[in-house]
């Protein structure tokens, strides 16, 4: 089974998203902040990682899982879809970027697409 490791300090967003992900079967694991999310880089596939978060950015998470023995895939949330954003993104390796507001089905999407292995 998949595990998803959602880093979002937003609550609706994130039960949302627990929500969204559980249904289609993969496991599932909330945090708010940067330090829990650090805590958990090598024990999750795919990392779903705000931006804007207290204690560490998402860049600064997703810099340090591009490290660890267990390279999770990242997508990162951001409510930022600015050109230097893309740019530190590509830069760090991260797989895949979706912007806020987002629909459901554009992020169930880019998940499978990462727990297969693909691109999105």
Avoid: W
């Amino acid at each position: 089974m998949v595990s998803v490791l959602v880093a979002e300090d937003e609550p609706h967003i994130a039960e949302a998203l627990n929500f969204l992900l559980r249904r289609e079967g993969y496991t599932v694991t909330l945090c708010d902040d940067g330090p829990t999310a650090m805590s958990y880089l090598e024990s999750h596939d795919i990392l779903l990682l705000d931006i804007m978060l207290p204690g560490a950015t998402g860049f600064e998470i997703a810099e340090a899982a591009k490290s660890a023995a267990n390279q999770p895939k990242i997508c990162v949330l951001t409510a930022k879809g600015q050109a230097a954003d893309r740019d530190k993104m590509d830069r760090i390796g991260v797989d895949a970027f979706v912007t806020k507001p987002f629909s459901n089905k554009a992020l169930l999407e880019t998940v499978r697409a990462l727990a297969n292995g693909r691109t999105p």
